[in-house]
């Protein structure tokens, strides 16, 4: 079959061709873009934090009328109170393990440094920035990570300090990616690094395989796996403990917190949002980014069904359109897969012409994104893959339409118009 | 004649019904997708105090220098906080017309009911004029007065809902309530006063926040009891000494300040009067770089802190995206319908209807699609609005809501959207040669 003819047809209906192709290259152009962002949401939530998130949880508490945290005394009274909390929840029956922690990977309040090789350097120019945790002996255990090297902490290297206290802990354990980055070329444990510009030396006993810092926002995606252990005891008038227990019983454990907490010492702030699973702060964590994709699929598939009807109206006017001639066309000989291939091969046509449009506008649309919004590039496999989709869709909306057209008897050629 | 036209135009409909159904579905999910974008766009994009916004001002001292700059897409900002001595110097000169420093709090309450336990309320420490400032509405009592400040005086200005909760919404003022287990009076009870986003503060709360706002204290007083800040924390040097009173030593930055400035004459003083305190500062020996202060007002300053979510601005420029896929789809589908009907222009033409006419006939006919696309729309728009809130974060979602507006928009759009996807249709079928019609038949 010759191209000719059908260009010819095509050309006596410009504005409608047109039409469609444009409306193709804005579907390729739109697809495109929000299955990237669906593609990188996605991949956002599905990192692993390294925590072993089941049967985990937090609590975060605040006592009444405490000292402030400011003088040796009151830090020593705070201490007391912490101790005495942590000391009931590990009574409790089917809990495995506790720790005091300051925050927990994808929990929204964090404490953010930067590690040096040398002293006294500037706080914000330092070797690599960092995410600090701030636990006991029981952290590694607590949260369920991976020692790679080195050695865990042992109650004989916790110690405790006012919350506000800027001196720095003698003793980390950091990740494996914070190790790379400060010693390429050589073993991080053993190694002396500076937190924060400060002078005093702090060591390097072990190295964890991966955990995650507490922000999913965007200003801590430089260094997301670069988080620092210290093994101290944060003292303030308010408190977080992590808690892991028995397989199962999570729930239980939960809801017996709040009257054992009490117990110990009624002047606390324990509300709705004070006890906490892992699994719900990992779902508050994502909700912006799952809610992202959730609506780019929902405007994906409308226009997709969108596009599809539009060509299958649009087609099937077409042929409504050049009845007769069909009609003349079989009666001189066409078989009805002729007819069909026909439509299809039209369709196809204009499909292709209106995809490599979309390929400028995908990436037209991709480089705005980028350019106002912290978007990431595409890849070039989106625009082929959103092609190829794009021109299949066409050929499948097409097809109903084209069959019919297909089946226009050869004797409407004899009737009058 | 318009009314023979759209009756024209409902017959025309009817006679293809699925080809009207599929340019009615098409405009009503364009413009729901678009609209639902929009109405969480316009809620967390309004003007949090539109009468008053272009005089609200957000001052910013250079007080780190180049080396707390971290990275270079913040064009050279000055930090976006203020440190305690910078804020309480500000403070002290009183240059503006109404001025406050703040800084977030959370302290725990004993409710006056023995039998509740302790709750933990959220709130900002403030200094009396924030109150006049930012309009604040009372339903009882008001706003400390000046020397309230001056005295670092117990007194406390709490939310509606907190006053529901502990007092059962009657008239609290002059009650005294157990803040962090010290015993504040109540002077004022707000009228449900929660502004979003939370402009006066947006660098502590982010500016949308699901934390309430209870309670507001003096500044002075906060600080004389050590209650400690709750917002961020923001240093470029690690504090020399240690507590509350090293951070109020140091040049970490952790208060907001705000200032109200009537006329350009006051700006511009005010602007004076900044930067000569930055190089009184400076040839104290403070700081050895050049002058960079900020003043802005405050729709660039939510602006500059990027407090709309950019998710909230692609969604919109994606949904806007769909709805002129789906116009260019109807414009396709309208062509088609329109010249099908070649033979009917001809005739119409040839009896002497000018073309104006059958321009007004056929927008008739795209209008009428665009109002049923329209109703449809509607409808869509609301379960749009609904389903929504399911997938967005919390803070967010409680602000997209539907009102009149939003549902006339939707008319508006969908009639005014389809017309214009009609206008190149139209042209088509006016330029129709009542001749050729004729003859063919």
Redesign the interface.
């Known amino acids: 079959m010759t191209l000719h003819p059908m260009i010819a047809a095509l050309r006596k209906h410009k504005a409608g061709v047109v039409l469609i192709a444009l409306q193709i290259a804005l579907t390729l152009a739109i697809v495109c873009n929000a299955v990237f962002i669906i593609y990188a949401r996605v991949q956002n939530v599905q990192r692993p934090t390294g925590l072993d998130e089941s049967n985990l949880f937090m609590i975060t508490q605040q006592w009444v009328g405490a000292p402030n945290g400011d003088d040796p005394a009151s830090i020593q009274k705070l201490d007391a109170m912490m101790n005495e909390d942590i000391s009931a929840l590990r009574s409790m029956p089917d809990v495995e393990s506790v720790t005091p922690i300051n925050s927990l990977p994808l929990f929204p309040s964090s404490w953010n440094g930067a590690m040096s090789l040398k002293p006294g350097a500037e706080l914000r120019a330092g070797n690599a920035r960092t995410t600090y945790y701030f636990g006991d002996e029981n952290l590694m255990k607590t949260l369920g990570l991976h020692l790679i090297a080195g050695r865990n902490f042992t109650a004989a290297d916790v110690t405790n300090k006012g919350f506000r206290d800027p001196s720095e802990a003698n003793l980390v354990i950091i990740t494996k990616p914070l190790a790379d980055k400060l010693f390429p070329n050589s073993d991080a444990v053993g190694k002396v690094v500076y937190l924060d510009g400060s002078s005093t030396p702090s060591t390097v006993i072990g190295e964890v395989e991966r955990l995650q810092v507490p922000s999913v926002s965007s200003w801590a995606s430089s260094f997301v796996w670069n988080s620092t252990i210290e093994p101290v005891r944060l003292n303030s008038n308010f408190s977080r403990y992590a808690v892991r227990t028995k397989p199962g019983r999570l729930d239980d454990v939960m809801r017996a917190v709040p009257s054992k907490l009490y117990a110990v010492n009624p002047m606390r702030v324990l509300d709705d949002d004070s006890v906490k699973s892992f699994k719900d702060i990992r779902a508050e964590a994502y909700r912006a980014d799952i809610g992202m994709a959730v609506l780019m699929g929902v405007i994906c598939l409308i226009l997709l069904a969108v596009t599809a009807a539009g060509i299958v109206g649009l087609t099937s006017f077409w042929v409504g359109q050049r009845h007769r001639q069909i009609g003349v066309r079989r009666a001189l000989g066409a078989r009805k897969i002729d007819i069909l291939h026909y439509f299809q091969l039209e369709n196809l046509m204009i499909a292709g012409g209106g995809a490599v449009v979309g390929v400028a506008l995908a990436v037209g649309l991709n480089r705005l994104l980028m350019s106002k919004f912290e978007m990431e590039s595409m890849p070039a496999y989106y625009v082929l893959v959103g092609l190829a989709v794009v021109v299949t869709l066409g050929q499948i909306a097409v097809f109903v339409p084209a069959r019919r057209a297909s089946n226009v008897p050869p004797v409407v050629a004899t009737r009058a118009a | 004649m318009l009314g023979y036209y759209f009756d024209l135009a409902i017959r025309s409909l009817k006679r293809s019904p ?2 009207t159904a ?1 340019m009615i ?2 405009v009503g ?2 413009v729901a ?1 678009s609209m639902t ?1 929009y109405s969480v766009f316009r809620a967390v994009s309004g003007d949090p105090i539109p009468w008053k916004s272009s005089r609200l001002f957000v001052p910013q001292i250079d007080m780190w220098g180049p ?4 990275d270079a897409t913040n064009n050279n900002d000055p930090p976006d906080a203020m440190d305690y001595l910078d804020a309480t110097a500000l403070m002290r000169d009183h240059r503006g017309k109404y001025q406050s420093a703040m800084y977030r709090v ?1 302290p ?1 309450i ?1 409710p006056p009911d023995a039998h509740m ?4 309320v959220g709130g900002h420490a403030v200094y009396s004029e924030f109150f006049a400032m930012l309009d604040v509405p009372f339903k009882y009592g008001s706003a400390w007065a000046a020397d309230s400040d001056a005295q670092r005086a117990a007194v406390v200005v709490i939310n509606a809902k907190l006053n529901q909760k502990l007092f059962g919404g009657n008239n609290s003022v002059g009650k005294t309530l157990d803040i ?3 015993d504040y009076r109540i002077v004022g009870v707000l009228d449900n006063w929660t502004p979003k986003p939370v402009y006066y503060d947006v660098v502590n709360t982010g500016g949308f926040t699901a934390d309430q706002e209870d309670v507001f204290l003096p500044f002075t007083r906060a600080i004389d009891v ?1 209650m ?1 800040n709750d917002g961020n924390t923001n ?13 109020q030593q140091s040049s970490c930055v952790w208060i907001s300040y705000m200032v109200e400035l009537d006329d350009k004459a006051a700006v511009s003083s005010y602007k004076n009067y900044l930067d000569g305190y930055f190089n009184d500062q400076k040839a104290s020996g403070r700081f050895n770089w050049p002058l960079n202060n900020r003043l802005r007002d405050l729709p660039a300053w939510l602006e500059s802190e990027h407090v709309v ?3 909230t ?3 919109l ?3 806007l ?2 709805l ?3 116009l ?2 109807t ?3 309208l ?3 329109f010249l ?1 009907r070649s033979s009917e222009i001809g005739v119409r033409r040839a009896l002497g209807a000018p073309r104006m006419a059958i321009y007004t006939q056929f927008l008739v006919e795209a209008g009428t699609v665009g109002l049923t696309g329209g109703v449809l729309g509607l409808l869509l728009t609301w379960i749009g609005i609904h389903g ?1 809130s399911w ?4 803070e967010i979602a409680s602000l997209a809501r539907v009102d009149l507006n939003l549902l006339a928009l939707t008319l508006a759009v969908a009639i005014i959207a389809t017309m214009l996807a009609g206008l ?1 249709p139209t042209f ?1 079928a006016s330029r129709v040669q009542p001749a050729l019609q004729l003859k063919t038949n």
């Open positions: 699925g080809l599929l579905l098409i999910f364009g997708a974008s080396k707390g700059r971290l959370s725990s004993v336990h302790p709750i933990n962090d287990g010290k050590d400690q240093c470029s040097e690690i504090p020399k000494g240690s507590g509350f009173v090293g951070l979510p950019s998710d601005k692609i969604s420029v994606v949904a995206g769909l002129i896929a789906c260019v789809n414009a396709g589908l062509l088609a319908k099908r929504i997938v967005l974060p919390k190149y088509r």
